[in-house]
């Protein structure tokens, strides 16, 4: 099939220009039919009843002189064209015989005559060699067609009257038609405009450059598809952004460690090392470090999957601080080593429907933070506790340095971190929260926090409770 | 199978019905029965022509113009100028008897009151065509256009022929089979009475074009003169002569015209609506009135209806059927 080669403004244009061409053509159509229609209606009601009047003066017989001059008279003083037929001819009253004459009245209307009912013509009459509208009155004596008023005017006269019509009509028609199509070559214009302008932004983006904004003009289905153009060209210019971001935050994050192990093997394999200590402790920091790259790739691997939902949620109904209490257990080596006092509060009748090792990995990661930054013989307090019948929080409170109040809402960013030198005294990975955030999301909880420079910080974490 | 067979049944009734000849209801004996040929309706209706009372109908549904009745007043022939054949029917069974295969055209039919010989007038071959009573063509005469009046001499001798287009009348001997005589009469003249003793032949007439005839035109039965006209507005068609005189039927004007037997007007009396065809016979006048599907009936000698009978749509010619 050959594909449709109009644009869409052309087609809309098509369909505007039809509909007016269509509306006015029929429009005018109407109008003279019914013009005709009611007009011609009119007379022929108002010859019936001129025709009707003057039939009442017949009071049967033959047809007197009398009556024949009072018609006569009518005739001269009424603007249709008013006749008494009495002629038998004319009535086809040899109609039986083959006469070869073409009467005024035909057999078809002489029948309808002796009914007693009026005959209405409208059309071309031989006899007056043009086009009438005329009405025929029955006289009847009984069965006796003794004559007929014939009453017509020349149908002429009511042409003329729709030509006059047709004069003041058809050049407002046109113009009407002129004026409706370039408005709508304007209006189509006007619509299909941002169209346009849409196509070539999305040409240019292909190119690369997410920048080109569509004005938006109006708020309709256009505008806001505009609105919505924009919105989607912006969000990808942030994806993009934010994949660079990433990408060299990973380069970044993996370049760190390589460069210790690489230097310190290179040291250990070019015998700049003396004591056996000191290669030991080489092996140490390159060991350490590769920990540190598994750690990075297993967190960015876990994200890929959690994001990409790859590995479905294994969701059981589980007693959330049960798995809180079972996380917190292994931390205590870590407690004790620097004096952290644990304040522990969980409410047991609390059940999630969740994954219960992507909920020992949210409270893992947050412990993880949590003893990373509090301070030797700082306190963390973790709280379970009901909110309402629908949902429950999780607050893991910290004594730690905090985090300063403007960088709160970038917590939860892949690599962001509080401390932009990206000293890895801390030793995270920087993807800690956002594996939560995401684990979290993921069970149709919240996460926020709250938080200020030196005062420690609070996560607090929002879930729905397992309803039956 | 059932359905089948029945449906093979009705069929072979339908065709065991479709090739027996037309019957129509019988009509009751009666001393004088009046007929009334109904072009309107293509009817034949029956009258008892002293009572009025209606003896039977034939729907004849064929395009009738007329009918004659044979010499043996109980055969009664159909015909239609669009017909291809003429019918004849026997009115005392209303069996089928007859068919003639006459080709169409035929305008009139007179029956011979002497000798065995019916008249039909044929308005395509332009000739009248004498049939003998059983079919047999037995001789043709050509004539005008429409021979659409036939008229007879007593002694069944003389045929008066009156065209009704090209203005002519004609004089036939039927012995001879062949025109003695051509006279010129009035366009579309129609209807005629022959006055034998006085040697008159009074021809009626429509007139042409938008002028109505008014007058009867009387020729000389032997020379076809004219002699002179009489006024008998408008368009006199229907002529009978009866010992109270001689009528006349002007079907344009409803009126109809009494002269006394020297031609001094009598009377006259507006009757019917459109009269076409008038019989006279028992002291009566029997007038078809076309538009109001009527047989008027006026005493011949008062000139007053003395009564109405209601017939078929159209009632175009009256004939007489007298008992035997």
Redesign the interface.
Known sequence: MRQNTLTLEQKIWLVISLGVILTVSFSSFLLDYFYQKLYVDKVEQTLLQEGKSLASDYHGGAVSETFRKQIEWYDKKSTAKVMLVNNPRELSACLPFDINYQSLISGKDRAKLLNGETVTKIGYEKRFHRKIMGVMIPLLDGRRLQGVIYLYIPLASIQELTKDVAMIWLPLAVLFVFVLLFAGKRFVRHITGPLKEMEEVAYHMSQGNYEAQIPVRTNDEIGRLAKAFNVMAKAIAEEDMRKREFLANVSHELRTPLSYVKGYSEAVLQGLVKTKEEERKYVQLIHREAGRMERLVRDLLDLAQLEGNSVPLQKTPLVFAQVIEDTAVKYEPFLQKKQIALHVELDHDIILEGDADRLEQVVQNLLDNAVRYTPTAGKIDIQLRKVNATSCQLIIRDSGKGVPKEKVPFLGQRFFRVDQARTRKEGGTGLGLAIVKQIVSLHDGTMSFFSEEGKGMEVVIQLPIYTE | MRKARLFLLILGLFLVYGCEKTTFPAVPKRPQILVSVN?NDESVAFFDAKTGAALAEWKVKKPIQGAALLRDRRTLLLYGNELDRVYLYDIKTGKATQEWQTGKGIVHALVSDKGDAVFLADERQNAIRIFKENGQEAGKIAVGD?P?TLLQNDAGTLLYVID??NKKAYIIQVGKRRVVRTFSVPK?A?GGLLREKEGELWIGG???????ETNIHIYSASTGALGKTVKAP??PVAFAETEEGIYVLS????TLWKWDASGKLESSV?V???P?AMIGANERLYIA????N?IYVVDGRTMKVIDRWKTGK?P?QLLMAEGE
């Open positions: 072009v429409k659409l009704f287009r579309f129609v429509h007139g042409s074009g938008n002028t109505v408008v368009m079907h344009g004007s409803s507006i019917g609506a459109n076409f009135s076309y538009d109001s009527e159209g175009f």
